[in-house]
């Protein structure tokens, strides 16, 4: 088993940054590939942005490609999801996920086993 807690989430406005921690516990390790999704009212979770925890690999939604940023600090076990330049259309509630599949960092809602509880990230125009 494999808990995550999100955190870092709030209210910003269009422009604004935000930085989102992802803390990973349990069975833990380096085979692991760790993403981000979100979820806006009404619609889809979609896919944001994953990253293979080693060698670092990621993977990236073509629409947030330059404004966000995913990395890992294998010392704390924790993900992070840099977000800058956000836009109200980026306001959704953001889960963390742990995929045990190999390869490219997977970007598929059912490739992942372990999912955190969500943070909102709310951006006001």
């Known amino acids: 088993q494999v808990q995550l807690v999100e955190s870092g989430g709030g209210l910003v406005q269009a422009g604004g940054s935000l930085r989102l921690s992802c803390v990973a516990s349990?069975?833990?390790?380096?085979?692991?590939?760790m993403g981000w999704f979100r979820q806006a009212p009404g619609k889809e979770r979609e896919f944001i942005a994953a990253?293979?925890?080693?060698?670092?690999?990621?993977n990236y939604r073509n629409s947030v490609q330059g404004r966000f940023t995913i990395s890992r600090d294998n010392g704390k076990n924790t993900l992070y999801l840099q977000m800058d330049s956000l836009k109200p259309e980026d306001t959704a509630v953001y889960y963390c996920?742990?995929?045990?599949?190999?390869?490219?960092?997977?970007?598929?809602?059912?490739?992942?086993?372990?999912w955190g509880q969500g943070t909102q990230v709310t951006v006001s125009s």
């Open positions: 349990g069975r833990t390790s380096g085979r692991y590939a």
């Open positions: 990253l293979r925890w080693r060698p670092g690999t990621t």
């Open positions: 996920a742990a995929s045990s599949r190999g390869g490219i960092p997977p970007s598929g809602l059912n490739e992942y086993e372990y």
